[in-house]
């Protein structure tokens, strides 16, 4: 029987957290079959008990791959720009 990851997800403590903003756990879910990476912040020591004790924050895993492939094709661009001016300036 294989096992269904379908509406769930896990968290990890950070070991790598090197300041506040840095979140205290991450790792990853999946949701309706969209997998993200998710980060969570512990409340404060001296915060309002009745805050929060965990906060989220959740981005799509192949957010990172569109941003890097928006990036080549602005770079692809803008070199193709440059080498139209470059030919301009040779006539």
Request: proline share 4%; glycine share 4%.
């Amino acid at each position: 029987m294989e096992y269904n990851n379908t509406n769930r997800g896990q968290i990890w403590k950070n070991e790598d957290r090197k300041s506040d903003s840095h979140p205290h756990f991450k790792g990853s879910m999946d949701i309706d079959g969209v997998e993200y990476w998710v980060s969570a912040w512990t409340r404060k020591p001296d915060a309002n008990p009745k805050s929060p004790a965990l906060t989220f924050s959740f981005k799509k895993k192949e957010d990172k791959q569109d941003d890097q492939i928006l990036r080549l094709i602005q770079y692809q661009w803008l070199m193709g720009l440059t080498i139209l001016y470059l030919f301009d300036l040779c006539l």
